[in-house]
């Protein structure tokens, strides 16, 4: 069975707002839905030194490994014969809405409430209704 490392990060704002991407139609899956920050962890990476480095690529945003609190960790099985350790991050800015400068993975991008985060790939949603639910997002 193959095992992939997975990582996405709810990134707040000064304000408590959450970034929110949005796939371009060109993304190779799931074109056009919604999206946060992070990805496959490459080999030779620690998960944090991944997700670090699919922000910086994603979004233009420099964070470092300490400015990230894991939320939620899961296996994901959604492929035959593939195991996907999927977590979910969460990051305080003190900016309030900073400019983001997307990549070609995504068309847009959007600062929201917590609540507006729906949609989003299953295990990385499971996260955000975790921590919601779990009252988390105080502590970011």
Not at 44 to 53: D, F, N, V, Y
Request: hydrophobic share 40%; with cysteine; aromatic share 6%.
């Amino acid at each position: 069975m193959k095992h992939i490392r997975a990582a996405k990060i709810v990134i707040l704002d000064g304000e408590g707002k959450a970034l929110l991407l949005r796939r371009s139609h060109t993304h190779p899956t799931d074109g056009l839905m919604p999206d946060i920050p992070g990805g496959t962890i490459e080999d030779g990476e620690t998960i944090e030194a991944g997700l670090i480095r699919e922000i910086r690529e994603e979004t233009g945003l420099d964070l470092l490994e300490g400015d990230v609190t894991l939320f939620h960790s899961v296996a994901f099985h959604g492929i035959p014969d593939v195991t996907i350790d999927c977590r979910v991050y969460a990051a305080r800015l003190t900016e309030v809405a900073p400019a983001v400068i997307i990549s070609w993975e995504h068309d847009e991008y959007s600062w929201v409430s917590i609540s507006e985060l729906k949609g989003l790939e299953r295990p990385y949603q499971e996260g955000v209704d975790y921590a919601t639910a779990h009252n988390l997002w105080s502590s970011v």
